[in-house]
């Protein structure tokens, strides 16, 4: 299928294996292919967050802000992931913006307009 970004919507389907002579339990899932998500499950591989139970990976800053950017591209008017973006750049000290550049490159991602004061200089050109 095709969405307003040109874009084909490509999906991964999840199929359950069901306990041997049982039709109980099978599941299929069918999840969106995002073409982000792989580079950041990568990446999180190295960012663990300590839950009290285990070290669990979690999303970087740069590829959470990757996320919200693309889904701002079908919804430009998602006032959280606006919020979200702008209070990542401005709360996060270390992040690595020759990586997010890439990716946003990468991608042709852009970001609103309204988030021009809130972005680090070197990323000021995605701003439209």
């Known amino acids: 299928t095709g969405n307003k970004t040109g874009r084909k919507g490509r ?32 990446r999180a591989q190295a960012n663990r967050i300590d839950l009290g139970f285990d070290k669990v990976p979690v999303i970087t800053p740069e590829d959470l802000i990757i996320a919200k950017a693309f889904a701002l591209l079908d919804s430009p008017d998602r006032f959280q992931d606006l919020d979200d973006i702008k209070e990542l750049f401005t709360g996060v000290t270390d992040m690595d913006l020759i990586y997010l550049k890439s990716r946003l490159e990468q991608h042709k991602l852009v970001f609103p307009k309204l988030l021009k004061k809130s972005v680090p200089p070197v990323l000021k050109k995605f701003c439209r």
């Open 11 to 42: 999906v991964c389907l999840i199929t359950s294996s069901p306990q041997r002579g049982s039709l109980a339990g099978i599941i299929d899932i069918l999840l969106p292919v995002l073409p982000w998500v792989t580079e950041a499950v990568k």
